[in-house]
């Protein structure tokens, strides 16, 4: 790559790259600005690795040779191709091949009659958009089986280029998969030629409004426009492509995050062993030839079956078997023990936890019943209170209506004197009518004394 694209990739470039490995060329980018750091390194080694072969299989590898390709590499062999460094799509003068060659050299494995399968070598932080996405498509789309080995780093683009392949093994259970997402390094060159006089002017057509709008929203520091018109359109087309490349992915592993192959097995990593195990796993997804020796390879692959948690338990990248039988030692057979017995306590513990929460949850239930009875109950005294203030306020109205003396008391205290009064200078009513002169209900007889009745004071009045 020519060193102005590198530079200006670096500065305002898109990618889908580890934030962590991206803040770590800080040094890098102020040795360019600086103009401390070669842009023309010396060229790399160019010596051709030789073929490797895996012991006991009859399998072999071979990596690309910058002389012939793959012309040279041994009938049925598995190519071996890197993936590796911060990635870009054309060749890096300072740095490891790009995504345009590196997809061609897939194609050439893939159309090579020498070569029955292919192994990515993936150890890389990601890189630029530009180029990851046809990359990926050129991994998926190969007639060959493609595995991918995780050494060390499979983050970002390198993830959606990995998981591209048919399946993906990661040489420990500590090496890193994930960061799925996108980030823009923007830096703002300006201030630096402006301390040297060097004054800028930008002239636009005006019918061209738009020509520098994103340049000048980043040096504003207005972000939201293009996080959401370029960066969340590239995420999302990145997140599709892992969900489709990856059944088992969840929304939690495409937040940015990275992950120990260990923590993600079954959703980006199939896994553990070593480069071996996936140039075996390739060889054995190829389609085996009809002859004794494919079908010895056939048999020793098949013996290998490889129990990824199992091996987690032990320690071990793979576990080896003789005509189809593993043998575990003592100390394999006490980890394995001592890995049941925390299961069975975590369980325990979970049950605790669960009991726990349930009493919880029905002591709240019982609170909340109480708390409900109480509000009820306070909601029917609150109705007595006002359903007797209104009785009480309708006969204070009535007793106000019959006196103006009543009606003008304020308190209860004064309506309540006005009342007594009222009540003391009318204590009877005079009743109207012809008076009996015997006892209307006869029971009496007419021995009562009619006269004396009617003379008493008392009666005088009525």
């Known amino acids: ?92 003068d300072c740095g490891p091949d790009g995504m345009a060659t590196i997809g061609m050299r ?49 983050a970002s683009a390198a993830l959606w280029i990995g998981t591209s392949a048919r399946e993906v093994i990661a040489s420990t259970d500590t090496d890193e998969v994930g960061s799925v ?38 040096r504003a520091g207005k972000y939201d426009e293009i996080i959401k018109d370029q960066l969340d359109v590239l995420d999302e087309k990145f997140m599709n492509a892992v969900r489709e490349n990856r059944p088992m992915v969840e929304d939690r592993h495409l937040t940015g995050k990275v992950f120990f192959a260990r923590d993600v097995m079954g959703v980006f990593v199939d896994s553990i062993g070593a480069i071996e195990t996936a140039i075996i796993r390739a060889a054995q997804l190829a389609e085996p030839e009809e002859d004794s020796n494919s079908q010895q390879i056939t048999k020793n692959i098949s013996s290998m079956k490889q129990f990824i948690l199992l ?79 209104n009785e009480l306020t309708s006969a204070i109205a009535l007793f106000d209506a019959i006196d103006g003396t009543v009606a003008a ?13 009222i009540l003391a200078a009318k204590p009877g009513a005079i009743s109207e009518g012809i008076l009996e002169t015997e006892d209307p209900a006869g029971s009496l007889g007419n021995e009562v004394d009619w006269a004396m009745i009617d003379s008493l004071e008392h009666n005088q009045n009525v």
């Open 1 to 92: 790559m020519h060193p102005i694209r590198l530079v200006s990739a670096i500065l305002k470039g898109k990618w889908y790259i580890d934030p962590d490995f991206a803040l770590a060329q800080g040094p890098v980018i102020a040795g360019l600005l600086n103009r401390q750091t070669e842009l023309f390194p010396l060229a790399a080694d160019t010596a051709e690795p030789k073929t490797l072969a895996v012991a006991g299989t009859g399998i072999k590898a071979v990596r690309w040779s910058r002389r012939d390709g793959f012309d040279m590499a041994p009938y049925g062999a598995v190519a071996i191709i890197d993936v590796k460094g911060p990635l870009m799509k054309e060749d890096q």
């Open 106 to 154: 897939i194609r050439e494995a893939d159309t090579n009659t020498n070569i029955s399968a292919i192994v990515l070598h993936v150890d890389s932080p990601g890189g630029t958009v530009d180029g990851t996405q046809a990359l990926a498509a050129i991994v998926k789309s190969t007639q060959k089986p493609v595995v991918t080995f995780v050494d060390g780093l499979m």
């Open 181 to 218: 997402g996108v980030i823009l390094n923007f830096a703002d060159v300006r201030p630096v030629y402006e301390k040297q006089g060097v004054v800028f002017h930008t002239v636009l057509a005006s019918t061209s409004p738009d020509k520098q709008k994103s340049y000048n929203d980043l």
């Open 311 to 389: 091996n987690a338990v032990l320690g071990v990248p793979s576990l080896e078997s003789v005509d189809e039988v593993v043998s575990l030692n003592e100390e394999q057979l006490t980890e394995i023990e001592d890995a049941l017995e925390q299961i069975n306590q975590v369980t325990a513990e979970r049950d605790t936890a669960i009991a726990a929460r349930d009493e919880a949850v029905a002591a709240r239930d019982l609170a909340v019943t109480e708390r409900d009875d109480a509000a009820a109950e306070r909601e029917s005294a609150v109705t007595d209170r006002d359903t007797t203030q």
């Open 409 to 421: 008391a304020k308190t209860p205290a004064e309506k309540a004197a006005a009342i007594s009064a």
